[in-house]
């Protein structure tokens, strides 16, 4: 495998999970600026379809909240009206941050392709496994509590009957939605499993974050365990002359320099 093919296959190794999951968000920020109409357009269109799917969960509880006099009930539902923001927000933060994550994206892309040896490979390698795992955690734990949240815990308790006689059908997510009966069929069905996509969206955007911090963190622990193997090298090694020392020294230099931008 040639060094160009190399490179590329490690910075599609280490990025695939989060890149799948972005990809479907559609804020995933390619490397390659030129982008067709059709693409633009289709990252639009998961952009809005994300937006609708978190607002379909956001402004229902933002009102059951206002609506409801009890002060306990209103208590209850502020962790779900934080969650729900928390995602939107970090949503937000992928759209509107694109460049900068796109700038570390090449950033990384341009450390695997100046790969000054197998060693130091290996050391990248790694750290890019570790990321990888780390990332698989977080998605199992973000898509298994979403799963029991929006689906298990709801439908294990069941029916229950009021007062009034009124056969009450639990939602994952309780919310005011003025004139309309959502206890009646489809469109208790059709709010559950809106509420289930949206949760799936959640999941995606809190694994996602985890997905970046992973990658760019791992990675710059990569590079300092390069950083730190060429440092003991320029001690231990034994020079024949003294440009051979400037050279390593220069190169133990730029190498911090370029970690600490």
């Known amino acids: 495998m040639s060094g160009k093919e190399d490179c590329h296959h490690n910075i599609m190794y280490i990025t695939q999970p989060t890149r799948n999951i972005m990809r479907a968000l559609g804020v995933w920020p390619s490397i390659d600026k030129e982008k067709s109409i059709c693409k633009k357009i289709y990252k639009l269109l998961l ?3 994300s937006y609708i799917l978190l607002s379909c969960d956001l402004i229902p509880a933002i009102f059951y909240w206002i609506m409801e006099k009890t002060t306990r009930v209103r208590l209850q539902i ?11 927000g970090q949503y937000g933060i992928f759209i509107f941050r694109d460049h900068q994550i796109r700038q570390c994206l090449k950033h990384v892309e341009d ?3 100046n790969v000054i040896n197998a060693d130091a490979r290996s050391m990248m390698l790694t750290s890019a496994r570790t990321g990888r795992r780390l990332v698989a ?6 898509y298994g509590g979403a799963l029991t949240f929006r689906t298990i815990l709801p439908l294990s308790q069941g029916t229950f009957v009021t007062d009034e006689n009124i056969t009450i059908r639990l939602l994952a997510c309780p919310g005011y939605y ?3 009966d959502v206890q009646v069929s489809p469109t208790y069905e059709i709010l559950f499993a809106i509420q289930c996509l949206s949760g799936l969206v959640s999941a995606s955007i809190a694994t ?3 997905g970046f911090t992973a990658i760019f963190v791992v990675h710059a622990c990569g590079q300092l365990k ?5 440092m003991k090298k320029l001690v231990e090694k034994q020079w024949r002359a003294g ?3 400037d050279d390593k020294l220069a190169e133990v230099v730029e190498h911090q320099i370029r970690i600490r931008k």
Not at 78 to 88: D, E, G, H, T
């Open 178 to 180: 003025f004139s309309i």
């Open 208 to 210: 996602g974050a985890c």
């Open 47 to 49: 952009i809005s379809v």
């Open 137 to 142: 955690f977080c998605g199992v734990l973000m």
């Open 243 to 245: 440009y051979e020392v």
């Open 111 to 113: 450390d695997w392709r």
């Open 226 to 230: 390069i950083l730190i193997d060429l």
């Open 78 to 88: 502020i962790p779900v009206l934080l969650y729900n923001f928390m995602a939107a």
